[in-house]
């Protein structure tokens, strides 16, 4: 049964590391001793060792061990054999090429799907969807495949912004961006704020967090869903 947390960031401005969402994550993870750290997408500059250790200070919060991937040789027998599983953030192009380089698309999703705890972040996130096509991230690498994960019927947008109306900036928004992905393209696309994450437990995809999330469904006009609302019905 799929036990799965996607959460637009691993950081709220104005508090540390994992902290808005420590008190679900220490539920989440509470059978787990040791969490499998994915660092592949590492913010620009920042070492597969540092971005682990950042990881491994933030779960420190509930006294959970993290184990960085990349420290691994066999890294299809380190998913196989995980407690539990987190991908953090960066560039989803990054992340996404190196899933495939290594042959771990298939092995994660059986991880996920046979009821191995997962949580994502930012790209770690957006490739729980159906296919990369809705990150902000520039293409700086170029995977074998846009497809990703497919643990929810939809895409993700993590770190929706809404429009500034007050902003004299003539550049696309997010909405456009959306927009655009729907004229080739008919999955819907979830934009997660800041703050809020998505629950996926067995059947049941339901909005969590103090912030609505703002729904694109192909020839609808956009709409807001608020937390606690069940997702299940976009396909």
Known sequence: ????????????????????????????????????????????????????????????????????????????????????????????????????????????????????????????????????KTTNDMPIVYPPSFNALALVPFNINPHYLDPDTSSTHMGETRGTRIREFHHYNTPPVVGLREGSWIHVKGQSIILKGDLSARIFEYNKAPYEVFPGTELNHLK
Do not use: W
């Open 1 to 132: 049964m799929k036990n799965i947390i996607i959460a637009s960031t691993s950081t709220v401005h104005g508090s540390g590391y994992l902290d808005y969402i420590v008190n679900d994550l220490e539920r989440f993870f509470e059978k787990a001793q040791t969490i499998l750290f994915i660092p592949f997408a590492r913010p620009s500059g920042i070492s597969h060792d540092a971005y682990t250790e950042i990881a491994r200070k933030g779960f420190q919060k509930i006294n959970k061990r993290v184990i960085g991937l990349h420290e691994y040789e066999n890294k299809a027998e380190a998913i196989k054999t995980a407690d539990a599983i987190f991908t953090g953030g960066g560039n989803t192009f990054v992340l996404t090429y190196q899933l495939y380089k290594n042959n771990l698309i298939s092995l994660l999703q059986e991880a996920v799907y046979g009821g191995i705890p997962y949580l994502g972040t930012s790209a770690g996130s957006n490739i729980c969807g159906l296919t990369i």
